[in-house]
């Protein structure tokens, strides 16, 4: 699968790193606070693909708060910051995996519904900003959505890579769909929170892999 890859695009929450457990934490917390009768799960499912400003508008059209689409997300953002900075880590062998892409000449870059500024405090958190050639987020492109090839599409363009020759990895079935539709292979990412089945993976990827351990070294192989 990866013989002829000479680009790798990433998404960061749930995929790169293990950050969803913190959307979660705030969603619920929301949830409480407003009483929304609804589970973090099912909220996941209907704004994981959305970007970070749609996100803030879905919930201001939906349940009518009053605060702005800019208040909303600066309290996510202040609600987030701390956590990205000191306790949100790497998958397992992502740091061994990036390297190995990296020793092997392939270009990097990560594609994200997340603001440039906690991309921004993930990635030096985790000292891996220099790992890649690009950094590109929805709020990039005319189209917020993940389900949209956009995001993908200036990826490729970003690192200087056909999007035939790309490897996506992502944990959100919407952001799958995406990244088909731009034309690149996908690996789908194991996460807990976005509860991702065999059956959706099969669907949509070529490889579901748990985390990058599998990848260190070792063949890759399609869903069977």
């Known amino acids: ?31 409480q606070t407003l009483n929304l009768g609804i589970t973090p799960q099912e909220l996941m499912k209907d704004v994981a693909h959305y970007s ?5 508008r879905y919930f ?15 309290i996510w953002i202040r609600a987030a910051e701390n956590q990205y900075a000191r306790n949100v880590p790497l998958k397992a062998g992502a740091r061994e995996f990036l390297q190995q892409l990296k020793d092997q000449g392939v270009k990097l870059a990560i594609a994200t519904s997340n603001t440039r500024h906690l991309l921004s405090v993930c990635l030096q958190a985790n000292d891996i900003h220099h790992f890649f050639d690009a950094l590109v987020t929805t709020d990039d492109t ?3 959505s993940k389900s949209q090839p956009d995001v993908y599409l200036l990826a490729a363009e970003s690192i200087g890579i056909s999007p035939s020759d790309i490897v996506v990895f992502e944990d959100v079935p919407h952001a799958m769909k995406g990244a088909r539709l731009a034309g690149m292979r996908v ?14 993976a099969s669907q949509l990827a070529d490889l579901f892999i748990k985390d990058f351990t599998s990848l260190l070294k070792e063949p890759l192989h399609p869903i069977q």
């Open 142 to 144: 005319a189209a917020k």
């Open 187 to 200: 690996v789908a990412v194991d996460d807990i929170h976005t509860n991702l089945t065999t059956e959706e």
């Open 1 to 31: 699968m990866f013989e002829t890859i000479k680009g790798v695009i990433f998404d960061l929450d749930g995929t790169l790193v293990d950050s969803m457990w913190v959307w979660s934490k705030i969603d619920t917390e929301l949830i």
């Open 60 to 74: 201001k059209d939906t349940y009518g708060l009053r605060e702005s689409v800019e208040e909303i997300q600066d």
């Open 52 to 56: 970070f400003n749609e996100t803030a």
